[in-house]
């Protein structure tokens, strides 16, 4: 059981050659530089956590199948073990003197298996 396929934009990215509508030195452009590069470096690292956390998540859902394949296991081997029966071996005798063998089915009570 895998978790569905995300997509996963890319962010912006501040590239130092790109050129503005505007004049590339004007003074507000330059005090809009700022924010928005740390903008885009906070963009940058919510997308690698995301990606973290799918990676993480990935492994819990593998492990937890495990479990669960282990859990199943352990419950077939619990109903076959209870669904198994003993036998006694019962010794009779007969009227001709011979002894007569029989191997009876004993019930296991579940506290020893």
């Known amino acids: 059981m895998l978790i569905p396929e995300l997509?996963?934009?890319k962010g912006l990215t501040w590239r130092e050659n790109y050129k503005m509508?505007?004049?590339t030195g004007s003074s507000e452009v330059q005090e809009l530089r700022a924010?928005?590069?740390t903008?885009?470096?906070a963009m940058q690292r919510r997308e690698e956590n995301i990606r973290s956390l799918r990676v993480q998540l990935e492994g819990l859902i593998r492990a937890r199948e495990k479990v669960?394949?282990?859990q199943i296991e352990k419950q077939e081997a619990d109903e076959l073990r209870s669904?198994?029966?003993k036998l006694r071996l019962e010794i009779?005798?007969?009227r001709n003197g011979m002894v007569h063998y029989l191997l009876v089915p004993v019930s296991i009570p579940k506290d020893d298996v």
């Open 83 to 85: 669904s198994t029966r």
């Open 39 to 41: 903008l885009v470096g």
């Open 21 to 23: 509508p505007e004049q």
């Open 68 to 70: 669960l394949k282990l």
């Open 35 to 37: 924010p928005v590069s």
């Open 92 to 94: 009779r005798p007969w």
């Open 7 to 9: 997509t996963i934009v």
